[in-house]
């Protein structure tokens, strides 16, 4: 491969304006959660983990914000200038999809695939990134499903001034390797998982050399080679409550884009697969209800293939294969669940985030699984009508949301997460027609 000169790596604010509509803070739903989250546990002594157990995989401003219960977090301003290069996005009435459906809905989207990578995922990537360069780190580990959080850290760290490595979930590694071409084009570098490179995929190879891979085994392997290397870290794209933090961007911006044209969201669609994209666009409206009585309607959209939150039990489990990462409280199909090779590989992990599983079991939101083939129809049906391809993930906000809009009698608002655009993932999309 010929060697490309890094480009200056941006650890310091450049003096570039922001967009005063950038948000300033991220929303921490656990200041207004009505009983605390279940802790993480140590996975050898199943106690309370502390930061000296976080300490060897991530930067402590990172753990600091795991374990936070402000509010408000500010968002450096590093940061916010690197946001403001698509941020906010857009928030978008699908009055075409509305007539073609009938509906006396009102019907936006929260549109998140303007971003350089395509998906919400460089939300948290900049600020994960940007945290580790702050603390010196040389290099991040991470895993990825579809593709969408491999390139979106190799994005950020080509900007941060850190060397990126990606295991990606052998299934989207084989059927999508334009976002493999995009994570290298960013500077990253991706291996498929299970690999023949670390000691959990060695085991896991042997024990089924055919095996389609899975996140789980994904993350034993990021985890792995940056628990080996002392200028190493490890990123996590979903899951744990700093990335959902992160995400609050999202609802954070769609509340006040309503709030600006008088409207209130009735109800909002987010696909859920870890957690991040449904936990960044809805966490500030719970908030909202919890805070001001507000009466906004959430519903989780997850695959019938991995459905995590309709089938899996309420219980500590490991977030990984191996073993190596903590016990979190959440719902779990099993850390050794291997899901089929569904085209919406961003959503084919075995739990669900520990926020997102204790905002189900106290009845802030609710969870619907859709089959492969609606999340397709309605994907087919929503770009012919408002132009943009959504990404296979995001079909599923879709299909559900279309659902309830064509039984609807009255004008209610109905808000869509559109975490990312489908262009990389057409392949996918010709295989359904």
Same mark, same amino acid.
């Given at each position: #491969?010929?060697?490309?000169?890094?480009?200056?790596?941006?650890?310091?604010?450049?003096?570039?304006?922001?967009?005063?509509?950038?948000?300033?803070?991220?929303?921490?739903?656990?200041?207004?959660?009505?009983?605390?989250?279940?802790?993480?546990?140590?996975?050898?002594?199943?106690?309370?983990?502390?930061?000296?157990?976080?300490?060897?995989?991530?930067? #402590?401003?990172?753990?600091?914000?795991?374990?936070?219960?402000?509010?408000?977090?500010?968002?450096?301003?590093?940061?916010?200038?690197?946001?403001?290069?698509?941020?906010?996005?857009?928030?978008?009435?699908?009055?075409?999809?509305?007539?073609?459906?009938?509906?006396?809905?009102?019907?936006? %989207?929260?549109?998140?695939?303007?971003?350089?990578?395509?998906?919400?995922?460089?939300?948290?990537?900049?600020?994960?990134?940007? %945290?580790?360069?702050?603390?010196?780190?040389?290099?991040?580990?991470?895993?990825?499903?579809?593709?969408?959080?491999?390139?979106?850290?190799?994005?950020?760290?080509?900007? *941060?001034?850190?060397?990126?490595?990606?295991?990606?979930?052998?299934?989207?590694?084989?059927?999508?390797?334009?976002?493999?071409?995009? #994570?290298?084009?960013?500077?990253?570098?991706?291996?498929?998982?299970?690999?023949?490179?670390?000691?959990?995929?060695?085991?896991?190879?042997?024990?089924?050399?055919?095996?389609?891979?899975?996140?789980?085994?994904?993350?034993?392997?990021?985890?792995?080679?940056?628990?080996?290397?002392?200028?190493?870290?490890?990123?996590?794209?979903?899951?744990?409550?700093?990335?959902?933090?992160?995400?609050?961007?999202?609802?954070?911006?769609?509340?006040?884009? *309503?709030?600006?044209?008088?409207?209130?969201?009735?109800?909002?669609?987010?696909?859920?697969?870890?957690?991040?994209?449904?936990?960044?666009?809805?966490?500030?409206?719970?908030?909202?209800?919890?805070?001001?009585?507000?009466?906004?309607?959430?519903?989780?959209?997850?695959?019938?293939?991995?459905?995590?939150?309709?089938?899996?039990?309420?219980?500590?489990?490991?977030?990984?294969?191996?073993?190596?990462?903590?016990?979190?409280?959440?719902?779990?199909?099993?850390?050794?669940?291997?899901?089929?090779?569904?085209?919406?590989g961003g959503l084919r992990y075995h739990g669900m985030a520990p926020m997102v599983s204790h905002a189900l079991e106290l009845g802030l939101l609710s969870?619907?699984?859709?089959?492969?083939?609606?999340?397709?129809?309605?994907?087919?049906?929503?770009?012919?009508?408002?132009?943009?391809?959504?990404?296979?993930?995001?079909?599923?906000?879709?299909?559900?949301?279309?659902?309830?809009?064509?039984?609807?009698?009255?004008?209610?608002?109905?808000?869509?997460?559109?975490?990312?655009?489908?262009?990389?993932?057409?392949?996918?999309?010709?295989?359904?027609?």
């Amino acid at each position: #491969m010929t060697e490309i000169a890094a480009s200056q790596p941006l650890t310091e604010p450049t003096g570039t304006a922001v967009p005063s509509s950038v948000p300033t803070h991220w929303y921490n739903l656990a200041a207004d959660l009505p009983e605390p989250c279940p802790p993480a546990l140590h996975p050898g002594t199943r106690e309370p983990l502390g930061p000296e157990d976080l300490a060897p995989l991530f930067p #402590m401003a990172l753990i600091e914000q795991e374990v936070s219960t402000e509010r408000w977090v500010e968002i450096p301003q590093t940061v916010r200038e690197i946001y403001g290069r698509w941020r906010p996005s857009p928030l978008i009435r699908a009055d075409r999809l509305e007539r073609a459906l009938g509906t006396p809905a009102r019907i936006y %989207y929260k549109y998140e695939g303007v971003s350089p990578a395509g998906s919400h995922k460089p939300n948290t990537a900049v600020a994960q990134a940007y %945290y580790n360069a702050v603390e010196g780190t040389r290099k991040l580990t991470t895993e990825t499903g579809a593709g969408q959080w491999g390139a979106s850290l190799s994005l950020a760290c080509s900007l *941060l001034g850190l060397e990126c490595e990606v295991w990606q979930v052998r299934a989207s590694y084989d059927s999508k390797p334009y976002r493999r071409f995009q #994570m290298e084009t960013y500077g990253g570098v991706c291996h498929p998982s299970p690999s023949d490179l670390t000691e959990s995929g060695r085991a896991i190879l042997a024990a089924d050399p055919d095996t389609t891979g899975s996140l789980g085994m994904a993350i034993s392997e990021a985890v792995e080679v940056a628990a080996q290397d002392p200028e190493a870290h490890y990123a996590l794209g979903s899951v744990l409550n700093h990335v959902l933090l992160h995400q609050s961007v999202i609802g954070i911006e769609a509340l006040e884009q *309503l709030d600006s044209i008088g409207e209130s969201a009735d109800i909002v669609f987010g696909c859920a697969g870890g957690g991040s994209n449904l936990a960044g666009l809805t966490f500030p409206f719970i908030g909202r209800n919890l805070r001001d009585g507000a009466t906004t309607r959430v519903v989780a959209c997850e695959p019938a293939a991995c459905p995590s939150l309709t089938q899996g039990e309420y219980r500590y489990d490991h977030g990984d294969v191996a073993g190596l990462t903590p016990l979190l409280k959440m719902h779990t199909l099993g850390k050794d669940f291997v899901p089929p090779p569904i085209h919406a590989g961003g959503l084919r992990y075995h739990g669900m985030a520990p926020m997102v599983s204790h905002a189900l079991e106290l009845g802030l939101l609710s969870a619907t699984a859709i089959e492969q083939d609606d999340a397709f129809r309605a994907g087919i049906e929503f770009a012919r009508a408002e132009g943009i391809i959504p990404a296979p993930e995001s079909t599923h906000a879709v299909a559900a949301a279309m659902a309830h809009a064509r039984a609807a009698t009255t004008d209610e608002t109905i808000v869509i997460g559109l975490s990312g655009n489908g262009v990389l993932d057409l392949v996918a999309y010709e295989d359904y027609l």
